[in-house]
C-alpha cells in the first residue's frame, strides 16, 4: 500500500512509494505527528541520482522488519535534496559540523521543533568497518529519547544555536582586486596536481567554476600558469573515464586522481557547467578537443535530458541492469575485450581496446574497463583512415550500447539548473553555428516562464511532467536562471529576455538581500527553518550568492542600473574574504570578480543578430561582457539607444560604465577590443 509519498512530483520520492516506511515528505503535519505521539522525527535526505541512497533503501527501507521499528518509534520524513537545498544545506551543515563529514543519504534525528540532535549519513543493515549497523542507531536514539531525554533536548538546543552563530551579518570589507584575485591563482597554483589535472587528490571532481575563473583572469592579465591549468585539466578530463568516450557527457566525479574510474550518474548541472566551460577554452585557444566535448556535451544533454516539455531532466543513475539483470554501478557504461570482439569482430577490436585502453585486467570491476582516450597516435589519428575508423567503430560501439538497460532518469526539472543548461546551449549554439541548440535554449527558457515562473515572477523550484512542484526557488534558482536569460538576450537579440532576468533580479533586491549586503539562500517570506540557510561557498553548483551577484552586475552592465550594480558589488565583498583562502570553493566568485574589475564591458552591436559583427562580440573573450544586438534602436536593450549605425553599415560600441570608445564597424578592431575572436 502506498504511503504519503504517492502524490509527490520528486521522483526521488516517488521511488519511496511503496516502501513498508510510512514515510511524510516535509511539512508541518509531519511534526505536529511527531509532538502528538511523543516520538523523534527520523529525517533522511537524499536523492534520485545516488547510488548509497538506493543501497540503503534496498537494505533498510524495504526491509518490513526495520521498517516496523521505524514506524513505531518515529516520525519518518523522506527528503529529495534536489527539490528541497534548504532542508539539505541546513542540516547538512549541522552534520559536517558535528561529525567532520557529509554526504547522502543523510540521516538526522530531529526534535519535534525541528532540533537536530543525532547525525550520521548511510547506515549499514549491520555493523561493519566500525559503523554501526542502522537497527543499532535506531534502538540507540530510541532508548535516548526515552530514557536521556533532558539529554537530548540540550544537544539539540546547543546544536541549534551554534548554527545560528554563524551567521554572515555582511557581504565582507570592501570589494576584491587585484591583490584578492592573484592570491587565489596562487594557491590553486599549490593545490594544483601537475601530472593529472586538477586540484586535491582522489576523489576529483571536475572544477567546472574554478577553471571559468583561471580562464577569465587569463585573458584579463595574460597570466599563461591560469590557461595551462584550465586547458591541461580539461584534456585530462576529455580523454579520461569521467568523459563518455562514445555518447558524450561526463559522469559527477572520478573516485581516482587520474579521472579513469567515474561515479556514474550524469547530472544536469555538471554537464551544463563543462559545456559552457569547453566552449570558452575553444574561444580562448582554438583547441580542437575542446570544440568537439562541448558539442558533444551539448549534444548528451539535449538527446538523453531533455523532456517532452522543452526541459531538461537533472540526472542520469549510476546504476543499471547488467546482462544477468542485476542493478549495478556503471554497468551501461564499461567494456570488456570480450563485449569488443562480440560487437566489433577480432581486428576492430583490437583497434579499439588499444584506442580505449580497454585491457584483459580492466580497469574497474570483474575485468571490465572504463573507456578512456589516452593520448597515443591512435587517439589522435593523423591521416583520415584511422578517423573515420576510429569515428566508424564508436558508432557501431554506441549503437550496441544502445541496446543495453538504461539508466533511470530523473525526470524532474530545476530551475537553477536549467538557467546553466540555458547558458551552455545558447552560447555553444552560437559559437559553433549550431541555432538548433539555441531553440532547445530558448524551448527550456520559455517552460521556466510558463511554468516556474507566477504572475509576479517568483519562481518555482521545480517541474514534472509539466506540473509546477510546490517548492518555492532557492537563492540559486534566481541567479542561474536569471544568468541563461542574460546569455540568451545576447545571442538572440530579444530583449523579452532581458526584462524577464530584471524581474528575478528585482525579487533577489527584495527578497533574499540583507542590510550589509550579504545574501540568504531563501527568500524573506520562505518557511522558516531553525536557521536561514547562507553559503557564499562553491559546491557542484555555483554558490546562490555569487550566481546572484554575477547576474545583478550584468544586468547592471545592461541597462544603467545603481541598485543592481551596488547590490552586486555589496555581495562580492565575501570573495574578497573567501577568494584567497579558498579559492577552490569560490571559483564562481572570483570569476564574477574578474569581470567587475575588467567592468565589465558592455558591447552594443548597432546591425543584425548572427551578423558577423554580433558574432565577434559574442566570441569577445573579456571577462563577463554583455551584448546587445539590434537594427534598430529599440527600447529592448538600454545599451543600444543613441548608437545607430555608422553611414548604415552594422556598428559597434564598446563601453565601460556607459562610456564608450569611438565605434567601429571592423571586426579585426571590435576582437582586438574584446581580447581576440578564437577562431
Given at each position: 500500500m502506498p504511503n504519503r509519498l504517492a502524490q509527490a512530483t520528486s521522483p526521488y520520492l516517488l521511488q519511496h512509494a511503496e516502501n513498508p516506511v510510512d514515510w511524510w515528505p516535509w511539512e508541518a503535519d509531519a511534526f505536529e505527528e511527531a509532538r502528538r505521539r511523543n516520538v523523534p522525527v527520523l529525517l533522511s535526505v537524499g536523492y534520485s541520482a545516488c547510488h548509497w541512497c538506493h543501497v540503503m533503501a534496498h537494505e533498510s527501507f524495504e526491509d518490513e522488519i526495520t521498517a516496523a521499528y521505524m514506524n513505531e518509534h518515529f516520525v519518518n520524513v523522506k527528503v529529495d535534496r534536489e527539490e528541497r537545498p534548504d532542508v539539505d544545506a541546513v542540516y547538512m551543515e549541522a552534520v559536517q559540523a558535528a561529525t567532520g563529514q557529509g554526504g547522502w543519504p543523510m540521516t538526522v534525528f530531529l526534535t519535534?521543533?525541528?532540533?537536530?540532535?543525532?547525525?550520521?549519513?548511510?547506515?549499514?543493515?549491520?555493523?561493519?568497518?566500525?559503523?554501526?549497523?542502522?537497527?543499532?542507531?535506531?534502538?540507540?536514539?530510541?532508548?535516548?529519547?526515552?530514557?536521556?531525554?533532558?539529554?537530548?533536548?540540550?544537544?539539540?538546543?546547543?546544536?541549534?544555536?551554534?548554527?545560528?552563530?554563524?551567521?554572515?551579518?555582511?557581504?565582507?570589507?570592501?570589494?576584491?582586486?587585484?591583490?584578492?584575485?592573484?592570491?587565489?591563482?596562487?594557491?590553486?597554483?599549490?593545490?594544483?596536481?601537475?601530472?593529472?589535472?586538477?586540484?586535491?587528490?582522489?576523489?576529483?571532481?571536475?572544477?567546472?567554476?574554478?577553471?571559468?575563473?583561471?580562464?577569465?583572469?587569463?585573458?584579463?592579465?595574460?597570466?599563461?600558469?591560469?590557461?595551462?591549468?584550465?586547458?591541461?585539466?580539461?584534456?585530462?578530463?576529455?580523454?579520461?573515464?569521467?568523459?563518455?568516450?562514445?555518447?558524450?557527457?561526463?559522469?559527477?566525479?572520478?573516485?581516482?586522481?587520474?579521472?579513469?574510474?567515474?561515479?556514474?550518474?550524469?547530472?544536469?548541472y555538471d554537464n551544463a557547467l563543462l559545456c559552457r566551460v569547453y566552449a570558452?577554452?575553444?574561444?580562448?585557444?582554438?583547441?580542437?578537443?575542446?570544440?568537439?566535448?562541448?558539442?558533444?556535451?551539448?549534444?548528451?544533454?539535449?538527446?538523453?535530458?531533455?523532456?517532452?516539455?522543452?526541459?531538461?531532466?537533472?540526472?542520469?543513475?549510476?546504476?543499471?541492469?547488467?546482462?544477468?539483470?542485476?542493478?549495478?554501478?556503471?554497468?551501461?557504461?564499461?567494456?570488456?575485450?570480450?563485449?569488443?570482439?562480440?560487437?566489433?569482430?577480432?581486428?576492430?577490436?583490437?583497434?579499439?581496446?588499444?584506442?580505449?585502453?580497454?585491457?584483459?585486467?580492466?580497469?574497474?570491476?570483474?575485468?571490465?574497463?572504463?573507456?578512456?582516450?589516452?593520448?597515443?597516435?591512435?587517439?589522435?589519428?593523423?591521416?583520415?583512415?584511422?578517423?573515420?575508423?576510429?569515428?566508424?567503430?564508436?558508432?557501431?560501439?554506441?549503437?550496441?550500447?544502445?541496446?543495453?538497460?538504461?539508466?533511470?532518469?530523473?525526470?524532474?526539472?530545476?530551475?537553477?539548473?536549467?538557467?546553466?543548461?540555458?547558458?551552455?546551449?545558447?552560447e555553444t549554439g552560437a559559437y559553433f553555428d549550431r541555432p538548433d541548440l539555441i531553440e532547445r535554449a530558448t524551448e527550456a527558457a520559455d517552460l521556466l516562464v510558463r511554468l516556474h515562473m507566477g504572475p509576479v515572477a517568483r519562481l518555482g523550484r521545480t517541474s514534472k511532467d509539466g506540473r509546477a512542484g510546490e517548492h518555492a526557488g532557492v537563492l540559486e534558482d534566481y541567479g542561474d536562471v536569471a544568468e541563461g536569460f542574460l546569455a540568451l538576450a545576447a545571442v538572440t537579440g530579444e530583449g523579452a529576455w532581458l526584462e524577464f532576468a530584471g524581474f528575478l533580479t528585482d525579487i533577489v533586491l527584495q527578497h533574499f538581500t540583507g542590510e550589509g549586503g550579504q545574501l540568504y539562500d531563501t527568500a524573506d517570506d520562505a518557511e522558516q527553518l531553525i536557521r536561514r540557510p547562507q553559503d557564499p561557498t562553491d559546491s557542484a553548483t555555483p554558490a546562490g550568492w555569487t550566481a546572484a551577484a554575477g547576474a545583478l552586475l550584468s544586468y547592471a552592465a545592461y541597462t544603467g542600473s545603481e541598485p543592481h550594480r551596488t547590490?552586486?558589488?555589496?555581495?562580492?565583498?565575501?570573495?574578497?574574504?573567501?577568494?584567497?583562502?579558498?579559492?577552490?570553493?569560490?571559483?564562481?566568485?572570483?570569476?564574477?570578480?574578474?569581470?567587475?574589475?575588467?567592468?565589465?564591458?558592455?558591447?552594443?552591436?548597432?546591425?543584425?543578430?548572427?551578423?558577423?559583427?554580433?558574432?565577434t562580440a559574442l566570441l569577445g573573450r573579456a571577462p563577463g561582457a554583455v551584448v546587445a544586438a539590434g537594427e534598430t534602436a529599440g527600447t529592448e536593450f538600454p545599451l543600444l539607444a543613441d548608437r545607430p549605425m555608422v553611414d548604415g553599415v552594422p556598428t559597434a560600441y564598446v563601453c565601460?560604465?556607459?562610456?564608450?570608445?569611438?565605434?567601429?564597424?571592423?571586426?579585426?578592431?571590435?576582437?582586438?577590443?574584446?581580447?581576440g575572436s578564437g577562431s
Open positions: 519535534a521543533d525541528a532540533e537536530p540532535f543525532y547525525f550520521g549519513t548511510y547506515f549499514p543493515p549491520r555493523s561493519r568497518q566500525g559503523l554501526p549497523s542502522f537497527r543499532q542507531v535506531l534502538e540507540g536514539v530510541a532508548a535516548a529519547w526515552t530514557d536521556r531525554r533532558e539529554e537530548v533536548a540540550e544537544v539539540a538546543s546547543r546544536i541549534v544555536h551554534d548554527l545560528s552563530e554563524r551567521t554572515l551579518t555582511q557581504g565582507g570589507e570592501g570589494l576584491p582586486g587585484e591583490p584578492e584575485l592573484a592570491q587565489a591563482l596562487l594557491g590553486l597554483t599549490r593545490e594544483y596536481d601537475e601530472k593529472h589535472g586538477g586540484f586535491g587528490g582522489a576523489p576529483k571532481f571536475p572544477p567546472s567554476m574554478t577553471i571559468e575563473f583561471l580562464l577569465r583572469h587569463h585573458t584579463r592579465t595574460g597570466a599563461d600558469g591560469a590557461l595551462q591549468m584550465a586547458a591541461d585539466t580539461c584534456e585530462a578530463m576529455a580523454r579520461g573515464g569521467i568523459y563518455d568516450q562514445l555518447g558524450g557527457g561526463f559522469a559527477r566525479y572520478a573516485v581516482d586522481r587520474e579521472w579513469v574510474v567515474p561515479h556514474f550518474e550524469k547530472m544536469l570558452h577554452l575553444w574561444r580562448s585557444t582554438g583547441s580542437g578537443l575542446a570544440r568537439r566535448v562541448a558539442l558533444e556535451t551539448a549534444d548528451f544533454m539535449v538527446r538523453e535530458l531533455r523532456t517532452a516539455e522543452g526541459g531538461f531532466a537533472s540526472a542520469l543513475d549510476a546504476d543499471s541492469e547488467d546482462a544477468n539483470g542485476k542493478h549495478v554501478e556503471g554497468a551501461y557504461y564499461v567494456w570488456t575485450p570480450a563485449q569488443l570482439r562480440e560487437v566489433l569482430g577480432e581486428e576492430d577490436a583490437v583497434f579499439a581496446a588499444e584506442l580505449f585502453a580497454v585491457t584483459d585486467e580492466g580497469t574497474f570491476e570483474e575485468g571490465s574497463s572504463v573507456l578512456q582516450l589516452p593520448r597515443t597516435d591512435a587517439a589522435e589519428p593523423a591521416d583520415a583512415e584511422d578517423g573515420a575508423r576510429a569515428a566508424d567503430v564508436r558508432a557501431r560501439l554506441l549503437a550496441a550500447r544502445e541496446l543495453r538497460a538504461r539508466p533511470g532518469r530523473d525526470d524532474k526539472v530545476v530551475a537553477a539548473w536549467n538557467g546553466l543548461a540555458i547558458a551552455a546551449l545558447a547590490a552586486a558589488e555589496g555581495a562580492l565583498g565575501v570573495v574578497k574574504a573567501l577568494g584567497p583562502r579558498a579559492p577552490r570553493f569560490t571559483g564562481w566568485g572570483l570569476a564574477v570578480a574578474e569581470a567587475l574589475l575588467d567592468g565589465p564591458r558592455e558591447v552594443a552591436v548597432a546591425g543584425p543578430v548572427g551578423g558577423v559583427l554580433h558574432r565601460r560604465h556607459f562610456v564608450c570608445d569611438a565605434p567601429t564597424t571592423d571586426p579585426e578592431v571590435l576582437a582586438d577590443a574584446l581580447g
